[in-house]
């Protein structure tokens, strides 16, 4: 093809009036790696930006095989959570503050106060005796507490009248038979 | 449409829809993730998809719907900051690729990336992927019409810059591209 059909053709391209197999045949026209015009170099570069697009445009397989994953997953009816870079992100925010407000907590606590030490074995046995001594009557003191569970039963003793709800409850019956009586007259 | 056909049919699509997607999106990241969800929603309307005819511009128009969407709901993208974020040319060891003026060609991107989006997208559509006028039409909700009017003035808007910019042939010249 020469140079002058080329450029009515690229008249045409500019006006976006040409079909694909037209601006097919450019594209081969301007890959070529003969002399072409000047005045037609723009279209080269544009062209060559295009074909270099192009095939930075071809498929991506592991975006594909993830895709995949992702279907499968979907399809066995297990939850898909979708994991993307702002979900991560917060995810690792949060992850962070938790990390830091254990941390401080931990330290806090191993940080006691002085609380002496014992030199001498005896007075050692000594004090330790005592402290059991107290946890054991503040034990007890609580335990005391406790006993009066027992009364429950007696409040339970109570709820044996229930029983008398259901004779009374019987009785109430005869009125259902006064009702029939009631529909069997209206009958007449 | 089941699982096996949708891998076979609609999995293939997705390095397109990515590559659409980061170009509204600005953004490697988020484009990977747009596609994930874009992906789940084409699945989950998988018994509709074999009534599309086209299901290529479909997935096409979902893609640009979903995208312009998630670029309204959050602040004004600046374009820069995506201007050079992968590179135009990995495969540096193919020896017709070296002849290229990569300058002009990163000139060429970087001007793409200031016309309006629908141009932008009208670009992508007719001179990179290859769809007809209808397709793009019907990816872009517009007439042919105006699908043309848009294509032509994103093609012109290029070969302006590119005149401007100009100093063909002459690499060793003072080239305003080589200073971007």
């Known amino acids: ?85 702002k979900v991560i992100r917060w995810i690792s925010v949060a992850a962070l503050a ?40 503040t034990l007890n003191h609580s335990t005391k507490e406790l006993s009066n569970i027992s009364k429950i039963n007696s409040g339970v003793e109570n709820l044996k009248n229930l029983d008398k709800l259901n004779s009374g409850m019987d009785k109430l019956k005869l009125i259902s038979k006064l009702n029939e009586t009631a529909t069997n007259e209206n009958k007449y | 449409m089941d699982a096996a056909e949708f891998k076979e049919k609609v999995i293939p699509l997705s390095g397109k829809l990515f590559h659409f997607a980061r170009l509204l999106l600005k953004d490697q990241a988020e484009a990977e993730d747009s596609v994930q969800e874009i992906f789940l929603k084409l699945w989950k309307m998988r018994n509709e998809l074999s009534e599309y005819s086209n299901l290529e511009a479909f997935a096409m128009r979902v893609t640009r719907n979903w995208c312009l969407d998630r670029l309204k709901a959050k602040k004004p993208v600046y374009i820069e900051s995506y201007s050079l974020g992968y590179d135009l040319h990995s495969e540096t060891n193919n020896p017709l690729k070296m002849l290229e003026n990569t300058d002009q060609l990163k000139a060429v991107r970087k001007h793409m990336q200031t016309l309006p989006e629908q141009q932008q997208t009208a670009i992508q559509l007719r001179d990179i992927d290859g769809f007809e006028y209808e397709e ?37 010249n003072q080239n305003p591209a080589r200073q971007i």
């Open chain 2, 136 to 172: 793009i039409a019907s990816i872009m909700g517009m007439n042919v019409n105006a699908v043309r009017v848009t294509l032509s003035r994103a093609r012109n808007s290029i070969r302006e810059h590119l005149l401007k910019i100009g100093n063909y042939g002459h690499p060793a």
């Open chain 1, 1 to 85: 093809m020469d140079t002058r059909q080329i450029k009515i053709l690229l008249d045409r391209y500019n006006r976006a009036e040409t079909s694909l197999g037209e601006e097919q045949i450019l594209r081969e026209y301007f890959s070529g790696l003969s002399e072409i015009p000047a005045e037609l170099e723009p279209y080269r570069t544009t062209f060559r930006y295009f074909d270099s697009m192009r095939r930075s445009s071809v498929q991506k397989p592991e975006l594909e095989r993830k895709l995949e994953g992702l279907i499968d997953r979907e399809q066995d009816g297990r939850p898909v959570i979708m994991l993307n870079r």
């Open chain 1, 98 to 137: 938790i990390l830091i407000s254990t941390t401080v907590l931990i330290v806090n606590k191993n940080r006691k106060p002085d609380l002496g030490t014992f030199e001498d074995p005896e007075m050692a046995y000594q004090e330790a005796q005592r402290t059991l001594l107290y946890i054991s009557q």
